[in-house]
């Protein structure tokens, strides 16, 4: 390119008239560029490979960030209300505004909590982002008096802070698990395809199927047994206080 403009800033003719040969201006065009610009022009022609390498390298790496920018801003929410914004998200996670629980469904029982500011990067696979908004802590109060549903038998607490309490649980098909009451909000991320059989107090029953990766938000102030009745069944839940 820096060459061509040499050329181009050549006269067509010598100064006696005559028209300048190829050969001619192959060997003029070197000596002229290094009495103008100071340098041989191969050395240019370096320059000039390097400054176009550069920008093409930068040139991608700004279409690759817009691009994943513009992906996660697309994102919209599976859920929505005035506690959590939870987004079922592969690769590229979302920009956050609020403290935010990730849950990579590559890996079973897992969690990590974010605060605000922390950048939430990519997952390397599909992930549930649950965005905790800046609601007023709510705990219903116990009035049937039965146990909370956790902690439980076989469940583990990976963490506690807060915003949340954090569990992984598995049921045990044929098991049911005790009549419990649920004093705190919850998301739960299913693990596994799950089918339970859930009685409430007053005896009524229904059955409710869920897919692997399936996220589900359930009010508290409820008491009820679930009983696992195909396959297995895990869970994620995240209580919200």
């Given at each position: 390119?820096c060459?061509?403009?040499?050329?181009?800033?050549?006269?067509?003719?010598t100064?006696?008239?005559?028209?300048?040969g190829?050969?001619?201006?192959?060997?003029?065009?070197?000596?002229?560029?290094?009495?103008?610009?100071?340098?041989?022009?191969?050395?240019?022609?370096?320059?000039?490979?390097?400054r176009?390498?550069?920008?093409?390298?930068?040139?991608?790496?700004?279409?690759?960030?817009?691009?994943?920018?513009?992906?996660a801003?697309?994102?919209?929410p599976?859920?929505?209300?005035?506690?959590?914004?939870?987004?079922?998200?592969?690769?590229?996670?979302?920009?956050?505004?609020?403290?935010?629980?990730v849950?990579?469904?590559?890996?079973k029982?897992?969690?990590?909590?974010?605060?605000?500011?922390?950048?939430?990067?990519?997952?390397?696979?599909?992930?549930?982002?649950?965005?905790?908004?800046?609601?007023?802590?709510?705990?219903?109060?116990?009035?049937?008096?039965?146990?909370?549903?956790?902690?439980?038998?076989?469940?583990?607490?990976?963490?506690?802070?807060?915003?949340?309490?954090?569990?992984?649980?598995?049921?045990?098909?044929?098991?049911?698990?005790?009549?419990?009451?649920?004093?705190?909000?919850?998301?739960?991320?299913?693990?596994?395809?799950?089918?339970?059989?859930?009685?409430?107090?007053?005896?009524?029953?229904?059955?409710?199927?869920?897919?692997?990766?399936?996220?589900?938000?359930?009010?508290?102030?409820?008491?009820?047994?679930?009983?696992?009745?195909?396959?297995?069944?895990?869970?994620?839940?995240?209580?919200?206080?």
């Amino acid at each position: 390119m820096c060459q061509a403009v040499v050329r181009r800033a050549l006269p067509p003719v010598t100064a006696l008239g005559e028209p300048v040969g190829a050969r001619d201006r192959e060997r003029v065009v070197p000596v002229v560029f290094e009495k103008c610009f100071g340098m041989p022009l191969s050395m240019d022609r370096r320059l000039c490979r390097a400054r176009h390498f550069l920008t093409m390298i930068l040139l991608a790496l700004s279409l690759s960030a817009a691009s994943s920018l513009a992906v996660a801003q697309d994102i919209q929410p599976k859920i929505d209300n005035e506690r959590v914004a939870v987004f079922d998200v592969a690769g590229t996670l979302p920009r956050a505004d609020h403290d935010f629980v990730v849950i990579p469904l590559a890996r079973k029982g897992i969690a990590e909590f974010h605060h605000l500011g922390d950048i939430p990067g990519k997952t390397g696979s599909r992930a549930i982002m649950i965005e905790l908004k800046d609601s007023s802590l709510k705990t219903y109060p116990n009035n049937p008096g039965y146990p909370n549903a956790f902690p439980r038998r076989r469940v583990k607490r990976l963490f506690e802070n807060e915003r949340v309490i954090v569990w992984s649980y598995s049921w045990k098909l044929g098991e049911p698990t005790p009549m419990h009451f649920h004093d705190k909000d919850v998301v739960v991320v299913y693990e596994d395809d799950t089918t339970l059989k859930s009685t409430t107090l007053d005896g009524t029953r229904v059955i409710n199927h869920y897919q692997a990766g399936e996220v589900r938000f359930n009010r508290g102030d409820r008491t009820h047994t679930e009983l696992l009745v195909k396959a297995t069944g895990s869970a994620v839940i995240v209580e919200l206080k």
